[in-house]
């Protein structure tokens, strides 16, 4: 399979905790993305990281990308209610038509008040 | 960002019957679209790419008489699901994006459920 594999598939944590969720991946990339899926809605962009880079910043996100690993995390500091949500990482399909995007399997948090 | 709007939300229909879902891009255009379906509680799968002007790409096991696809113009594609099966019932998410390499846009989704 050509997805990209998230861990932990399910994380439940305390409003206030921080949250680290794991992406890997098979292939070279040109850039890594993280989205954010509330429950039976569209994505929405969160980050994108290029491949020359090791460390992004967004607001409360932080994504780390090691190209030596394939692997990249994405860590939500001070975590709210509202982050209640399936994130996934995505990156380019070199080999598809148009190219589409990948997405891994996706991480469910739950952050409880 | 760039908006993606998808139409409808949720539809419910009979089986035999034939479904259309609308994907507009509302301030760009989009030479390119995607269609993905998704199954509970699993990742995004690629339907098919959508071309303006052209036939739309269909990924390894998707039917493409039974997920028509038409990308009439620069900002709206659709897909019709034809002859739904209640095995048809899923969540039908559009993409588009500004520039390749670029972050995608997605529309809202659409529930389509089949009895």
């Known amino acids: 399979s050509q997805q990209g594999e998230e861990d932990p598939q399910a994380l439940s944590i305390q409003e206030g905790e921080n949250a680290t969720m794991n992406c890997s991946y098979k292939?070279?990339?040109?850039?890594l993305q993280w989205y954010r899926q509330n429950s039976g809605r569209g994505l929405v962009h969160l980050i994108l990281?290029?491949?020359?880079?090791r460390e992004k910043h967004s607001g409360r996100l932080r994504v780390t990308l090691d190209t030596s690993k394939k692997s990249s995390s994405l860590l939500i500091t001070a975590s709210r209610a509202a982050d209640t949500a399936s994130y996934f990482c995505a990156r380019l399909n070199y080999g598809g038509s148009q190219g589409n995007l990948i997405f891994g399997k996706g991480t469910k948090l739950s952050v409880k008040p | 960002g760039a908006v993606v709007s998808q139409h409808p939300s949720r539809v419910i229909c009979k089986s035999g019957t034939s479904v259309k879902i609308e994907c507009r891009s509302l301030?760009?255009?989009?030479?390119?679209m995607f269609w993905y379906r998704q199954f509970p509680k699993k990742s995004l799968m690629l339907m098919a790419t959508s071309n303006e002007g052209s036939k739309a790409t269909y990924e390894q096991g998707v039917e493409k008489d039974k997920f028509l696809i038409n990308h009439a113009s620069l900002t709206l594609s659709t897909l019709t699901v034809t002859s739904a099966h209640p095995e048809d019932s899923s969540f039908y998410i559009c993409?588009?994006?500004?520039?390749?390499?670029?972050?995608?846009?997605f529309g809202q989704g659409t529930r389509l459920t089949v009895v």
């Open positions: 301030d760009f255009q989009a030479t390119t």
């Open positions: 292939t070279s990339i040109n850039n």
């Open positions: 990281i290029r491949s020359n880079e």
């Open positions: 993409s588009a994006r500004v520039r390749t390499n670029t972050e995608a846009f």
